[in-house]
Each structure stands twice: as C-alpha cells, then as structure tokens.
C-alpha cells in the first residue's frame, strides 16, 4: 500500500492564523505537530516511511521537505510531487498516480490511500486499522471514508449508505452541506455518514473512471510524463468528488469513527482542542465560561465576565468571535480584504526555504528580524542596495560570507554587511540557528534583494 498526502490548498478560513503565505496544514493547532506532520505520523502506523508521498505547489515545496525532515531526518524530496499548477483536486490525483505508476513503478493494482495534509484525527489506531481493511477489502472499487456523525453539522457534506456487504456500505448519494432541519433529518435517519474526502483505489481502477467519466484529463493522462507536465495548466479544474466519485457505480463506502474533523473552522479547533484536553495555558480566566483561547505568541490573554466567546491570537492580529459562528469568518475576510489590510495576506513570521524570519520592530529607520535557519541551509549569496545589515547570533554557529571574506561567528559574536555587499549566511550546523539582523538605511522591502547565487534556484 502506498499514500499520497494532498497539502497543496491555501484557505484562509482560520486567518488570522491561516495565511495565503503559510496555509492551515502547516500549523500547530491541536498538539505540538503541525497538522501536515500529524497526517505523515499516521501513515507512518500503516505503511513504510518511502511509501508516504505528498502532492503540493511550488509556494508551499519547502514548507513540505522542512517540515517532514524536521521529525524524519531521512526523508526524500523524491516523495514530494510538485503540481506545476493548482487545478484542484482531481488533476492532483492524477499526476500522483502517474508519478507513482511511472517514476516509482508501482503495480497498476497496488492500493493508493489519498488524505488531505489539513485534517484532525485522534484516535490513530482506530484510523489505521479502517484504512487497514479498506486496503484488504477495497479490490477494484473506489473506497471513500465516511465519519459518524456526532451532530446535525452543516459545515460538511454527507453520503447516504447503501446496503452493506461484509466491511463496507454500497454509495446510494453523495450530498452538498445542508441546512440546520436536513442535517437533523440525517442524522435522525442514521443512513448518513459525514464526507471525510478520504479515497483509495488503484491505479487501474482509477484510469478506467478517469477515461469513462473524464476523458479529456484521461487523453492527458496518456502522454508521456513530459508533455503531461508541459500541459498540466490545461486540465479541467475539478475535485474528485465531482468529476468522478458522484459519478461512479464503482464506489463503496467504509464507517469511520475515529475523532475526525477538517479543522474548517474555529468551532471545530475548539471542540478538537477540547477532544485532545488542550487547553492554553496562558489564559488566565474570571467568572467567565466556554471561552476558548488559542495563542500563538505566548501571550497572557485574561478574561472577565465574559461567556461563549473564541479568541484567536496571532503575532500580529486578534479575532474575537460569538462561539457559534465561526462560518461568518469570511465575512470578516471580505471587510479587510475590502479595506487592503496586508494582514489578510501576509505575516510578520515569514517562512522561507532555509527557515523563517520574525519582524520584530519595522519602522522608517531601521528594522529588526528574528532569523532562524535550518540546519544545512543557506541564505542566497545577495547584495541590498539601500541598506545595511547587523547580524548577532544568539543560539548556534553561523558562516557569514561578507565579501570575499568567510566568518565563522559564535554565540554572542557579529558582524556588519555594509550596504552594496554581496554576503551569505550559513548554517553548517546540527542545530538551528539564530540570529538578530539589524537593518539600517533609507528602503527596508524584501524586493531589493540582487541574488548571485541560491540554492533554491529563486534567481
């Protein structure tokens, strides 16, 4: 059995923690694991660590490879595929049955689990024996995952159970999110199940549906790798579930209960949270009730009086919500997108190939970051035009090139990169590195950057 991770999305329905830049699979929301490591552990009960693959976009390639090497320091970028471009989920899927089929020559009937990186589950071992018997049991179907319901949800769609042969239900339909009465009305008739947007099938199972309900992405699917790739942009933009499962007498369908949530929104992170007795400990609450406080920043958030509240903190913005309507999150995105916030979009914690950096003071005479850097990794060798840098480590062991010239600087040691200087910074280090650079002059913007030089192939 192999797995292919899907962690390509960039949703912004848990902003201000979710950005464009640094998507809600990367977060740490509900253990001290960010949601893309959480799925990856979880393959991990069921497979072995080379049959663990990831589908994402150029945006997001380095977050992938930084996040998994950091808890499996052995890990391949040859298990990452690179999407030339988003076009839902559907194309996803095919290109990862094409990279497996063809770079990895897997067996056209060897079983494929596709997950979204974004997902909350926490029960592991409950997860791992369905999946287990959906691999036994699967055949030439299309198994999908359908989750217990616990509520009338509306935020989820749902499918409707057939008869039941063995392990797995026939599909009799697949339903959008419905409204408060007809989410009472499924889950009063016990006939459905929530749409979790889990799938396994083979590849040959799969090319026989793309060609008989798809067959413009299914005539792509034929050429040869390159031209695929060349071509990619052109496919139809469209999910799984609607250009093939909804479609398909192929489908069956195996129960799951396993404390599942997409994470979609801040009433789900706070019942997930809960689930998991995760509580911040850096609330500090009087007379006040069913609050839930997530903070990023470690700040102390303290409550008085107050009841059925969420409250979100971030480094650089604060949403405060009614419990219960967390859904209308979009409609606060609307109004600051209306009104150009740059938070909308941006953070000051940046995460970049070799690591991240914090802003920690900006303004029209100087900047000052936080810089972090992975081990192994380094900056681009580059030159700023209107500014001039100060770097001090704190924690770790940098080589700084300035000029022609290789620094080799310890905690507590600096070093001065006048303005026009082509320099670098290195981490050859087992441990992360940081550093505070102080920036002074008269234009502070990320785009004067000349780079020479980098890894990263951002020249």
Known sequence: ?????????????????????????????????????????????????????????????????????????????????????????????????????????????????????????????????????????????????????????????????????????????????????????????????????????????????????????????????????????????????????????????????????DIGSFDSLAEASEKNKKHSSRHASVDSKNIFVHTTSNRLIATLGVEDLVIIENNDSILIHKRGRSEDVKKMLAHLEEKKYPEVEHNILVHRPWGKYEVLIDNPLYKVKKITVYPGAKLSYQSHEHRSEHWVVVEGVATATVGNEEIPLHKNQSTFIPAQTKHRLANFGKINLKIIEVQTGTYFGEDDIKRYDDIYKRI
């Open 1 to 261: 059995m192999n797995s292919v991770i899907l962690c390509g999305g960039s949703g912004t329905r848990l902003w201000p923690l979710s950005r464009k830049n640094y998507p809600k699979q990367f977060l740490n929301l509900y253990s001290d694991k960010s949601l893309l490591q959480e799925t990856f552990l979880r393959m991990r009960r069921i497979m072995p660590d080379e049959n663990i693959f990831f589908v994402t976009n150029k945006d997001n390639y380095y977050n992938v490879f930084n996040q998994i090497k950091e808890i499996f320091p052995t890990f391949s970028e040859d298990n990452i595929i690179l999407e030339p471009t988003a076009r839902n989920t559907l194309p996803a899927v095919a290109l990862a049955v094409k990279y497996l089929r063809e770079k990895k020559k897997i067996p056209a009937t060897e079983p494929i689990l596709f997950a979204p990186a974004d997902h909350c589950i926490l029960d592991g071992e409950a997860f791992a024996k369905v999946v287990k018997k959906m691999g036994k049991d699967v055949g030439d179907h299309i198994g999908t995952i359908g989750i217990v319901p616990l509520k009338p949800e509306t935020g989820y769609g749902y499918i409707q159970k057939g008869k039941k042969h063995g392990s797995f239900f026939d599909v009799v339909s697949f339903k959008e999110k419905p409204n408060k009465t007809t989410a009472e009305e499924y889950l009063a008739s016990g006939e459905y199940l929530w749409n979790s947007g889990l799938y396994m099938f083979n590849a040959k199972t799969f090319v026989s549906a793309l060609k008989k309900h798809v067959p413009e992405t299914a005539k792509a699917y034929e050429e040869k790798w390159e031209r695929f790739i060349e071509h990619f942009s052109e496919l139809q933009k469209i999910s799984i579930d609607n250009g093939i499962s909804e479609k398909s007498d192929k489908i069956i369908l195996f129960e799951g209960d396993f404390g599942w949530s």
